[in-house]
């Protein structure tokens, strides 16, 4: 269709010199009609008895001045923490915060960023924090969906055991 893309990734000998498991990992981006835009991903254990660690998460990148950085509004449970905090992640720094969804399953997050429009990201349960970082002087916002806090795959990893599949995904909308 012309409306979506789909990439796989499937272990072979190249992959399991770095990661040690049977898995098929597959990507799936749509544009939806309301115009949206959905990723999904889909991770299918192929190992018969070892249980597959996870932890994974989005690096999507938004256009923001530089100069406009303090005017970004961050509409949801917990976005105050980001406009308290704007000197970390404005300077380098990462926030982490907890994604909405965690105490409310109808949550997403709404971004006012300047000369862009409102952004509304509706990321599954499954990406319990949000990382916000830029640079000094640059003009973006990267905001993460991520699946765990930092060395997540280390400390507490999602376990998918053999022959089940994991699925997540996000949504993200512009609203002018």
């Given at each position: 269709?012309?409306?979506?893309?789909?990439?796989?990734?499937?272990?072979?000998?190249?992959?399991?010199?770095?990661?040690?498991?049977?898995?098929?990992?597959?990507?799936?981006?749509?544009?939806?009609?309301?115009?949206?835009?959905?990723?999904?991903?889909?991770?299918?254990?192929?190992?018969?008895?070892?249980?597959?660690?996870?932890?994974?998460?989005?690096?999507?990148?938004?256009?923001?001045?530089?100069?406009?950085k303090n005017n970004i509004n961050f509409d949801f449970a917990g976005g105050e923490e980001a406009e308290n905090n704007r000197e970390v992640w404005i300077?380098?720094?990462?926030l982490y915060l907890d994604n909405p969804k965690l105490r409310n399953p109808k949550?997403?997050?709404?971004?006012?960023?300047?000369?862009?429009?409102?952004?509304?990201?509706?990321?599954?349960?499954?990406?319990?924090?949000?990382?916000?970082?830029?640079?000094?002087?640059?003009?973006?916002?990267?905001?993460?969906?991520?699946?765990?806090?930092?060395?997540?795959?280390?400390?507490?990893?999602?376990?998918?055991?053999?022959?089940?599949?994991?699925?997540?995904?996000?949504?993200?909308?512009?609203?002018?």
């Amino acid at each position: 269709m012309g409306n979506e893309l789909k990439e796989s990734l499937i272990s072979n000998k190249e992959t399991r010199k770095l990661y040690p498991y049977d898995f098929n990992f597959s990507l799936l981006g749509r544009f939806e009609e309301d115009n949206s835009f959905t990723l999904g991903c889909n991770i299918e254990n192929k190992e018969e008895i070892a249980s597959l660690p996870i932890s994974m998460g989005f690096h999507p990148y938004f256009k923001v001045p530089n100069s406009e950085k303090n005017n970004i509004n961050f509409d949801f449970a917990g976005g105050e923490e980001a406009e308290n905090n704007r000197e970390v992640w404005i300077s380098g720094g990462t926030l982490y915060l907890d994604n909405p969804k965690l105490r409310n399953p109808k949550a997403v997050l709404k971004i006012k960023i300047p000369e862009l429009g409102t952004l509304v990201i509706d990321a599954s349960i499954e990406y319990k924090k949000i990382w916000i970082w830029s640079q000094p002087g640059k003009d973006f916002i990267c905001i993460e969906p991520i699946m765990r806090d930092v060395d997540g795959l280390l400390n507490s990893p999602k376990i998918i055991r053999p022959g089940e599949t994991f699925s997540a995904n996000i949504n993200f909308k512009l609203q002018e």
